[in-house]
């Protein structure tokens, strides 16, 4: 199917870069944006940290369905 957009001057500038650094077609990387947002979403995302738990013997620290309470706080 083809269709025609209006893509604004700086928008489609950028598009035409990004797809000239990934070797692909301006077309190409519409259709992957599109139909991959979840994706290039993850490629954006930064990493997530988790909460550490801090232990004299790290490894040896065994927390049961319950301790887990008694380190993270909870609401």
């Known amino acids: 199917m083809r269709t025609t957009m209006d893509i604004p001057d700086p928008v489609y500038r ?4 990004d797809a000239a ?3 692909r077609s ?3 990387l519409i ?7 979840a994706r290039e979403a ?3 995302r930064r990493k ?5 738990i801090k232990a004299k013997n790290p490894g040896s620290l065994k927390l049961g369905p ?6 993270i706080p909870f609401p």
């Open 21 to 23: 650094l990934k070797g």
């Open 31 to 37: 259709l992957l944006r599109v139909t991959s947002p």
């Open 26 to 28: 301006v077309k190409e």
């Open 66 to 71: 319950e301790g887990v309470y008694e380190y």
């Open 48 to 52: 997530i940290k988790f909460p550490a």
């Open 14 to 17: 950028e598009l035409k870069s």
């Open 42 to 44: 993850a490629a954006t």
